[in-house]
């Protein structure tokens, strides 16, 4: 089927153009549009987290969005002396699990394997040994993170012959409920200096 002619289907002879006509294109034009979109959807993306975070109250940590805590500092407590020291590990009930991670805070060599090569062989249970993350320690001391392991790391104390004992958090430690770091005090270590 053919369509009946009009003024638009004839075009005169000195027409040489084709197509539509614009304007040549701006640059970084197409970079607007990018960032324009970027930013779109970083805006849904954190409104969804926010969304989620309080309508849901899953805790999703977000430092911008979240209010700022500054971490508990680890204030050491003084425990008093409560609890009678456990002097032979054989003692100990099973059922609590005693671990113990030993860390050498001091310059002198493979103490931690010295150290714990002593309490193993009498009996202790040694779970770790390690460097600690200083080598300046000057005082030895057993952190225990449950009052009721107070008895065992007095015993540790008297075992090293060196050291107090210091009741800290959980997260202090994590892993082994009894951690000993030795300090210069101990004997056998370099002194510090």
Do not use: C
């Not at 990018?34 to 940590?61: E, H, N, R, S």
């Amino acid at each position: 089927m053919a369509y009946p002619k009009d003024r638009f289907d004839q075009l005169p002879e000195d027409l040489q153009r084709v197509g539509a006509h614009r304007s040549p294109a701006q640059r970084g034009r197409g970079w607007i549009a990018f960032a324009w979109a970027a930013l779109a959807t970083l805006l849904l993306v954190v409104g969804g987290i926010a969304g989620l975070k309080a309508f849901t109250g899953i805790d999703i940590d977000i430092p911008f969005l979240s209010a700022e805590s500054t971490p508990a500092p680890i204030v050491p407590q003084t425990p008093t002396a409560t609890a009678e020291p456990v002097l032979d590990p054989a003692t100990i009930d099973p059922a609590r699990n005693i671990t113990i991670s030993i860390y050498n805070g001091t310059t002198t060599a493979e103490l931690q394997n010295t150290v714990g090569d002593a309490l193993a062989a009498a009996g202790w249970t040694i779970d770790a040994r390690a460097r600690a993350s200083t080598s300046d320690v000057g005082k030895t001391t057993v952190y225990y993170s449950d009052p009721a392991n107070e008895d065992v790391a007095r015993g540790l104390v008297i075992a090293l012959g060196a050291g107090e004992i210091q009741l800290v958090s959980a997260e202090t430690f994590p892993g082994n409920p009894l951690n000993i770091v030795i300090g210069s005090d101990y004997p056998g270590a370099t002194p510090a200096g």
